[in-house]
């Protein structure tokens, strides 16, 4: 999976246009002032201290973030911060800055802190230091040589996080204990180097959540068995595992490659018939014959060896289960230490106490005040229909304009022509010859109507 080509384009790429801060661009006294080197001390001007720190230190670390790595070194940094041939002067000093804070830390100081021996076999360069790095380390020089190799602690962290739950959502899971060669296949995308891989297993493995151990020559990773549970040590059983799971696909793999001899000879036998080769074409069917007796023995072979694992399989699940409910049962008889069926017939008898003496409370304040006075209701019935009968009888006082208003907006029968001139010519002879006017008529002809 690591070779030099990817490890320098991962290490050496440039910052992604667009991505740098809306200053980069525009203001170039402000740049000429960043790309300035620091004061010898921060004593000097706190002010211009800090705005370059609060500057370039979120840089750095969003830079590494960008690019996927873990491992970063000042001339790398030096070559992606490039502007216009100039080379931030300060960078050293920011390096150290946060060496000081602990969001870097040397590779060879983040190894010394972990358990890394199983990892001196294959690289040995991390085990390697420049005599001058050394020296200066025992010296109390704090200067960051322009080739030392830094980790970025929590992009470190967040990276082993990554590649545990791409563990976690892979067939490897199905037993905590997996091949480091198949791992480090899994985790190709993740990683962009075989050094950030060996780093992410050294981080997992200082928060305990994996170990490694050497098997015959081969390391084997063994995984905790849940997101906050601690990795147990490698024991046989989970050696004895590892090796029916290597069983298992060495069996696989060999009854692929007899079934594909098998449809060779199978083959060979149809040409040699063809071609009129009799003795040939029998020995080819002799020869596939053999081939599916080997693959009958290998599948009878490998169904066992699937069966013990599925075995065991089962009994892991049923030990997950058996431990799920002893911690239930735990939890509940701590849960109901306390409690007694006579406690709970005690309570609910209280409850049922308060209820009866809030209902009664109720009840008396919704009967309201009486002032002392007692009315009957059936009295006070009499009366009330007694004005009700009062009231039909008696007829309604209107005012006269209202009693005209409702005497026009009640409307009248239809009366022909000939009706009307007889009706007229009645009032005529009654009064003497005279004829109302045009309003009286029709105040008179109300009441007839």
Same mark, same amino acid.
């Given at each position: ?51 370059? =720190? ?25 070559? %992606? ?22 969001? *870097? ?25 420049? *005599? ?68 992410? *297993? ?42 029916? =799971? ?15 001899? %098998? ?31 080997? $693959? ?11 069966? $013990?694992?599925?075995? $065991? ?6 030990? =997950? ?22 406690? %709970? ?69 239809? $009366? ?34």
């Amino acid at each position: 999976m690591w070779s030099p080509e990817r490890e320098a384009e991962a290490s050496a790429g440039g910052d992604p246009a667009g991505l740098l801060p809306p200053e980069w661009e525009e203001d170039e006294e402000r740049m000429s002032f960043l790309f300035s080197a620091f004061k010898r001390s921060r004593e000097v001007n706190s002010t211009d201290w800090d705005s370059k =720190m609060g500057f370039w230190a979120p840089l750095v670390l969003s830079h590494s973030r960008r690019q996927g790595v873990v491992r970063l070194r000042l001339r790398d940094l030096q070559e %992606a911060f490039q502007r216009k041939g100039s080379v931030p002067l300060g960078l050293a000093t920011v390096l150290q800055d946060l060496l000081r804070r602990g969001e *870097l830390q040397r590779e060879a100081d983040f190894m010394a802190s972990v358990d890394s021996s199983w990892i001196s076999w294959g690289v040995g360069v991390f085990l390697l230091k420049p *005599l001058k790095w050394t020296l200066a380390n025992m010296l109390g020089d704090n200067k960051v040589p322009a080739e030392e190799v830094l980790v970025a602690v929590e992009l470190l962290k967040e990276k082993a996080e990554e590649v545990y739950r791409l563990y976690q959502n892979s067939p490897l899971s199905s037993h905590p204990v997996v091949a480091l060669s198949e791992l480090s296949t899994l985790c190709v995308g993740s990683c962009p180097d075989e050094r950030t891989f060996y780093l992410v *297993l050294l981080q997992l493995q200082k928060e305990k959540r994996v170990t490694v151990l050497e098997q015959n020559g081969e390391k084997i990773v063994k995984f905790a068995r849940g997101p906050h549970a601690k990795v147990s040590p490698v024991n046989d059983v989970d050696v004895g595992v590892y090796q029916l =799971m290597q069983s298992e696909q060495l069996l696989s793999r060999k009854v692929e490659s007899l079934s594909q001899e %098998a449809e060779r000879c199978k083959e060979e036998a149809r040409q040699a018939c063809r071609a009129g080769k009799k003795q040939l074409a029998l020995r080819s069917l002799k020869a596939k014959q053999r081939t599916e007796k080997r $693959i009958e023995a290998l599948h009878a072979k490998l169904d066992t060896v699937q069966g $013990i694992l599925d075995r $065991i399989y089962a009994s892991q699940t049923d030990q =997950m289960v058996f431990n799920a409910y002893q911690a239930g049962v735990g939890a509940l008889k701590l849960s109901m230490k306390d409690v007694t069926v006579e406690k %709970a017939e005690s309570l609910v008898d209280q409850i049922q106490e308060l209820c009866d003496t809030q209902d009664e409370v109720s009840q008396t304040l919704a009967g309201g005040v009486t002032n002392g006075l007692d009315f009957d209701s059936e009295e006070l019935e009499k009366e009330l229909d007694s004005l009700l009968q009062d009231t039909t009888k008696e007829p309604l006082d209107l005012p006269d304009t209202l009693q005209e208003t409702y005497t026009n907006s009640v409307p009248s029968p239809r $009366i022909s022509d000939a009706e009307l001139e007889a009706e007229l010519e009645k009032l005529s002879l009654s009064e003497g010859g005279l004829v109302p006017s045009s309003k009286s008529p029709k105040r008179q002809l109300e009441p007839s109507l």
